[in-house]
């Protein structure tokens, strides 16, 4: 797959819109702002700049009976417009009020034109639909597949004819079954039988089609190793070529990478292979890159490179950044230096879309999550929408990516077909995501039974086949269980992991410190913490409860991170769900309305304080405001460099700071106001603190 991105525009249900700007606002941070959406319009970012988008409009009718597939009703000429409902795609049907809370399978219908080519493959591409999905075209089986959040893709070339083409797609999601990933229990127990969020189905993801050459790059999968010492780095590239043809083919490899949109001058070390008619070969490569053409990513200069990789007439090109993500006893190290950030778990759901993901409601998220200090999490259960980590890659933030085992029992962790399932989707998402430098870990799994002999094959397995795929990244899972204490290390499976991930729903003090007595040597992050906005105190306790274990968090220098449940409040068929429909768990609302909670958020995890040192007043009203610039040394803490704070309508470039170290910053100020609003911003434009200091 391509990973350039097209911005393609389709009608679709009329949505407010919001964009990502370069410098936010720093008025109200739910505000829509100014961006490439428009009003009525939606926009999907697609991998390859030459895609054919197949979203849009389609025919839909409901199967409730489940008779679609035996009864054969992907042929050509079996269904009556009017009989059919018109839909846009991306679609969440459990969310069309048309066909609300609907379980079972639907059926999605295109008619497209084309022209057959001789020597191109034509690739049919899902970004996700939800959950088991069937595909025929011009009335042939074109495969299926399982699994409600990754890509996957079929080759349709024989399958296309000149003309008018019909392509049928069935969907179920009639999941949390047990044996589905995710799924429900299969303990029979009485207090067992509940799902974690809502089961929304349909193709809620682009669709499309790319024309390859007979022997194309299918993927490529690009580590680096930057030399910290010396500055320098070397770039690897795994390339996995496809040659489709009736012909041995020994494709010639040419790579280049770009910094800027500027080519470096490397020589690459590759061995030619001839690939079989009909077969797929991995060739390697590498380079080394010189100190002057290494610039790091990282958090706030998340600088980015191209590589361009081309194979005959074929052309594929990969964004990715140089960093080192490693774990050095109970410190995370990013780039060799420790970090400590805060972060948020973001729940795909939005009244009226449900996962639908289009374009401005990514941007609207990563903002109001960015600005709210929550820069390292693991977003949720299931893979989201692409666009995403893009936006993080660019922007700087840190991503834990985890598939679906949440809550599976040892019985089902141990069932042969269940770990099959799990591997086919950790492989796609792992395939998809692994040249985003924001990906710094995996996760195999949520608050399964990590204490018992199967949720320890389990995680032991899982990591053991994670590596196989991608070394370079770091493994956890996000426990439960070690809240209750257990005695020995060898108790619990977070012994095979990197770091601990653990959700803690208070006693935060007792838990976090018999972790890490349990596991001196690994970095501790709360995976999950918080509590709801309905709960004892209403939105203030919410926000009072936050700056309560901030106090605790910040005396335990083993904690690298701390995501807050939830960052958006969302759907679910969980007990203890509100009458609306909605858990409130939220620093936002379900339509992104901050709560109480979303300034005190991002005042506690923000890296910067600020503090009025003295003001001095002046003849005319000429007078001098000097704040106290101070870089936390507890946490979140990093080395801040590049911050700008802005004093009413001046701005200014703040002095580099490490950990716990503080200067003086003297800013001009002329009027007779009262106070004056600072505002200081990232590199990347985005604010991290802001407040009012009196004048006086």
């Not at 679609?91 to 048309?98: E, G, I, L, M």
């Not at 780095?233 to 795994?238: C, E, M, Q, R």
């Not at 950030?341 to 996962?355: A, E, F, K, Q, S």
């Not at 274990?549 to 220098?557: A, F, H, L, S, T």
């Amino acid at each position: 797959m391509k990973r350039l991105t097209l911005l393609i525009s389709l009608l679709a249900l009329s949505l407010s819109s919001s964009g990502l700007v370069a410098q936010p606002s720093v008025a109200q941070p739910d505000v829509a702002q100014p961006g490439v959406a428009q009003p009525g319009v939606a926009q999907y970012h697609l991998r390859q700049p030459n895609a054919i988008p197949l979203h849009g409009e389609w025919w839909f009718l409901l199967d409730p009976a489940g008779l679609g597939i035996a009864n054969q009703w992907y042929r050509e000429g079996v269904a009556q417009e009017n009989r059919q409902d018109k839909v846009t795609v991306p679609h969440c049907f459990s969310t069309d009020p048309r066909y609300e809370f609907y379980t079972g399978t639907a059926w999605y219908r295109k008619t497209f034109a084309w022209k057959r080519t001789t020597g191109k493959r034509v690739i049919l591409h899902f970004d996700a639909a939800f959950y088991k999905t069937n595909v025929w075209l011009n009335g042939q089986n074109v495969g299926e597949h399982e699994g409600g959040y990754t890509p996957f893709s079929f080759d349709v070339t024989d399958k296309l004819k000149d003309g008018d083409n019909l392509l049928v797609v069935a969907v179920n999601n009639d999941t949390w079954k047990t044996n589905t990933i995710p799924g429900i229990k299969d303990s029979g127990n009485v207090n067992d039988g509940f799902v974690g969020w809502v089961n929304y189905g349909g193709i809620i993801r682009p669709v499309y089609l790319t024309i390859e050459t007979e022997v194309y790059t299918e993927n490529v999968k690009i580590e680096t190793v930057p030399d910290l010492t010396k500055g320098s780095a070397v770039v690897k590239a795994k390339v996995r070529i496809r040659n489709a043809s009736s012909n041995p083919a020994s494709p010639k490899l040419d790579l280049t990478i770009l910094q800027d949109k500027k080519p470096l001058t490397l020589r690459w070390k590759t061995k030619a292979e001839s690939i079989p008619a009909g077969q797929t070969a991995l060739i390697e490569a590498e380079a080394a890159l010189t100190a002057a053409q290494v610039k790091l990513w990282d958090l706030d200069q998340p600088n980015l490179y191209e590589l361009k990789t081309v194979v005959g007439a074929d052309t594929l090109a990969s964004n990715f950044g140089i960093r080192e993500i490693k774990v050095s006893g109970a410190q995370l190290l990013l780039n060799g230096k420790p970090v400590k950030v805060g972060g948020g778990n973001r729940v795909i759901d939005y009244p009226g879309l449900g996962t639908v993901e289009p374009d401005w409601l990514v941007e609207k998220d990563f903002r109001l999550m960015k600005e709210a200090g929550m820069e390292f999490q693991r977003l949720t259960h299931y893979t989201p929408s692409e666009y995403y980590y893009d936006l993080a890659d660019r922007y700087g933030m840190l991503i834990i990516t985890e598939a679906g085992n949440w809550q599976l029992t040892p019985k089902q962790m141990d069932n042969d077909s269940m770990r099959v399932k799990f591997r086919a989707q950790f492989r796609e998402m792992v395939e998809r995501d692994w040249n985003h430098p924001s990906v710094i870990a995996y996760s195999v799994g949520n608050e399964y039974a990590s204490t018992v002999p199967g949720g320890q094959r389990w995680t032991k397995d899982m990591i053991a086949y994670a590596r196989e795929l991608d070394p370079t990244r770091l493994y956890t899972f996000a426990s439960m269980l070690l809240n209750s204490l257990p005695a020995k290390p060898e108790d619990e499976a977070s012994q095979y992991v990197d770091f601990v991930s653990t959700n803690t729903y208070g006693g935060h003090a007792k838990s976090l410190d018999h972790i890490h007595k349990l596991y001196p040597d690994k970095p501790v992050f709360i995976s999950e913490w918080g509590t709801r906005s309905d709960g004892k105190g209403g939105e203030a306790g919410q926000a009072q409860h936050l700056s309560d274990v901030m106090v605790e968090i910040r005396k335990r220098p083993f904690v690298v991170g701390a995501s807050w449940w939830t960052y958006n409040d969302y759907r679910s068929k969980l007990f203890g769900t509100n009458v609306n429909g909605f858990r409130p768990w939220g620093i936002v609302g379900p339509d992104r309305s901050p709560r109480l909670a979303y300034p005190v958020h991002q005042r506690e995890f923000s890296p910067v304080l600020i503090e009025k040192a003295r003001f001095t007043t002046g003849d005319q009203g000429m007078h001098q405001l000097v704040l106290k610039i101070t870089s936390r040394g507890d946490f979140p803490a990093r080395t801040l460099k590049g911050y700008m704070l802005k004093a009413g309508e001046n701005s200014f470039a703040l002095p580099d700071l490490n950990p716990g170290e503080s200067k003086d910053v003297t800013i001009p100020v002329r009027g007779f106001d009262k106070q004056i609003h600072i505002t200081i911003s990232k590199p990347t434009g985005f604010i991290t603190t802001q407040t009012d200091i009196e004048l006086k």
